[in-house]
């Protein structure tokens, strides 16, 4: 996936170009409201996240232009949330609004549910369903599903479940999962699969399968 991100705001824009970067898209950013056009005709995004005032210049003015380019998927973020604001974008071409401030995994959730809609997979299972108790990964979605209702997943927090679940029963070390999700053949000193294995467990607590950490050893994912 191809995303431009578009924002005045330097420090908000590298981090969401950071953030959207480490979850596997491929991003590209825009701090200046003329160069924007330019960029989409050369890079040609997927989804573009659009801030809706770059000063004192409105990015509505611009969406009809920015339609002609294969029809890219956009989100406007603005500060402004009044109903005839939201109603205004949606009108001139936005395909979603987010209020500023924001979190950032509904903006990765919104960006993610906005490519499927521009790309839509035949076929709903297609055999490429795997399951363990009451949850379903289902492969060519990118979705997963506990007790049949759609839980939303960051790309590293999918493939993060997805190979835990091919591997359940089994004790995965740190190493391990760094080289599979992160492609690190090293460790970087932090303690990025701890903070994935929380957000994993928080977002599995309605299910009856569990991640269980064994110290010094790693991680086991198996049913309660």
Not at 164 to 177: A, G, M, S, Y
Request: some cysteine; hydrophobic content about 40%.
């Amino acid at each position: 996936m191809k995303v431009i991100v578009a924002d005045d705001e330097n420090q908000l824009l590298m981090f969401l170009v950071r953030g959207l970067t480490a979850e596997g898209i491929e991003c590209k950013p825009v701090n200046i409201l003329s160069e924007l056009i330019s960029e989409i005709e050369t890079f040609q995004p997927d989804v573009i996240v659009l801030d809706r005032m770059f000063g004192f210049d409105d990015s509505l003015s611009i969406l009809p232009k920015i339609k002609r380019f294969g029809n890219p998927m956009v989100i406007l973020l603005t500060a402004l949330d009044e109903t005839d604001d939201k109603i205004e974008g949606l009108l001139k071409g936005a395909d979603d609004y987010l209020c500023k401030p924001f979190d950032f995994d509904e903006l990765l959730a919104r960006i993610n549910a906005l490519f499927r809609r521009k790309n839509p997979t035949p076929g709903l299972y297609n055999n490429q369903t795997i399951s363990i108790g009451d949850v379903n990964i289902l492969l060519n979605e990118r979705l997963v599903e506990i007790n049949e209702e759609e839980i939303s997943m960051s790309k590293i927090e999918f493939d993060l479940l997805h190979y835990l679940v091919k591997n359940q029963n089994k004790v995965l070390n740190r190493e391990r999962i760094l080289s599979r999700i992160w492609q690190m053949n090293s460790d970087p000193q932090t303690n990025i699969v701890d903070v994935y294995i929380s957000k994993l467990r928080k977002k599995l607590e309605q299910s009856d399968v569990f991640i269980q950490t064994l110290r010094g050893n790693g991680y086991r994912l198996s049913l309660k």
